[in-house]
């Protein structure tokens, strides 16, 4: 009866279906660090801007490479 209920309003679907991305990009980034779930979303959201960091360095390393390809 709950789960209906979920269905039929959409935002309350689709606030799920962000909390379920987030669950699983956390899971993704590494294990669950921290004593509540507060602190836990921290440190994933810590990982998260150094996952892109990484990214956004190996796209300017790339884009040096593909700039000097034939000089």
């Known amino acids: 009866m709950i789960k209906n209920k979920v269905e039929k309003n959409?935002?309350?679907s689709m606030f799920s279906q962000k909390n379920k991305i987030w669950r699983l990009w956390a899971?993704?980034?590494g294990n669950k660090a921290g004593n509540t779930d507060?602190?836990?979303?921290l440190v994933?959201?810590?990982?998260?801007?150094i996952v892109l960091c990484y990214i956004l360095t190996?796209?300017?390393i790339i884009?040096?490479?593909?700039?000097?390809?034939?000089?």
Request: aromatic content about 8%; some cysteine; proline content about 0%.
């Open 10 to 12: 959409g935002k309350a």
């Open 27 to 29: 899971k993704a980034i």
């Open 38 to 41: 507060a602190e836990s979303d």
């Open 44 to 49: 994933a959201c810590i990982r998260t801007a």
């Open 58 to 60: 190996n796209l300017f």
């Open 63 to 71: 884009a040096g490479v593909i700039r000097h390809w034939n000089n």
